[in-house]
């Protein structure tokens, strides 16, 4: 069955982003000045931490900068370095910038439909910046910033998002930064205004009585059991598995296949999921804009033949945004000719 001429659903696609996430589009197309995307194993030494962590007693150092942040943050509250430290990851974050020509955030934001959602734990600007040059060619799911972002602004009184430390010319509305939340053991979700109307979202889409959310793809996310707070809150929403059984989940990681489903297994029905190692072998590039599309053909069909959907993989070797516009294009227009726009 040829996936394109399918009748339109409005199911939601969930993507849920990680570390892994930004690290594999960095490797891919390297940020524009170079910088490295770290990890809670690298971070302290990507960032320049190291001097600041060497006035706190060895038995706090480690590998994993959560764990040690943690560890300071409890012991040392009040500590001057521990600001510094709050500092230069924000300044460090801040400065990134995705190269030109496309990356994996700008096909994963072509690939998905205004009904569709990301969330991310990430505090890099990739995802909002791709968001931001794809806006007008046609896609603009929801964003969702789990941990804060150095790109974006919140403004409180007005319930709105937008650029960080902007102001709307047209509304005079501005966008102080978001805190970001840090790497606690015991983060409180609920403290910060904006973190709180974030989640508050996410758990919208993940409760299946609120929200028609058929696949969640989890992209380079792996669920940290020291994260307790978000672990709870998303199984809370999620509900019991064993009855959200006609979800699909998707997972893309370069961990080994039986650590990345077990890191998820309070939330994957039996056998209801789909391991890859790569984004361009996952439904967001192998049926882009139609992955609710094939969730129904497997669903809804009887023969085992119409089960399965002719994909349509988005080629990965386009120079320029303009090349990977004009190839969604046609996709773009069929959704708005059904739709009557």
Known sequence: MNIKDTQLSGGTHL???????????????PEIHGYQLPSMNDLANVVGLNDLLSHFPN???????????????????????????????????????????????????MSLRDKDVVATFNWDPFLYQAWCRNYHHGSKPLLLFLHGNVAVGYNENHDKMGPANCINKRTGIVYPSTQLLFPVKHKNYDKDVFIRREWEMLSQRLDGNQCNTHNVTIFGYSAPKTDVEARNKMIMAWGNYEIRNMEQFELIDIR?????????????????????????????????????????????????????????????NFKSLEEMWEWYRPLIEDEQKRLGR
């Open 15 to 29: 993507v849920l982003l990680g570390a892994g996430a930004s690290i594999a589009s960095n490797r891919r197309n």
């Open 59 to 109: 038995e706090i150092a480690g590998s994993n900068f959560e764990a040690v942040y943690s560890n300071i943050a409890e012991k040392y509250p009040n500590s001057r370095f521990l600001k510094e430290m709050n500092d230069r990851i924000y300044k460090y974050f801040s400065q990134l910038k995705l190269p030109d020509e496309p990356t994996i955030y700008d096909y994963l934001i």
């Open 256 to 316: 080994e296949e039986d650590d990345v489903v077990n890191s998820w297994k309070d939330f994957i029905y039996f056998g209801h999921y789909n391991y890859v190692q790569d984004f361009f072998e996952s439904s967001l590039a192998l049926y882009p804009r139609r992955t609710d599309e094939v969730y129904f053909c497997h669903y809804l069909f009887s023969n085992e033949e119409e089960a399965f959907a002719e994909a349509n993989p988005v080629p990965q």
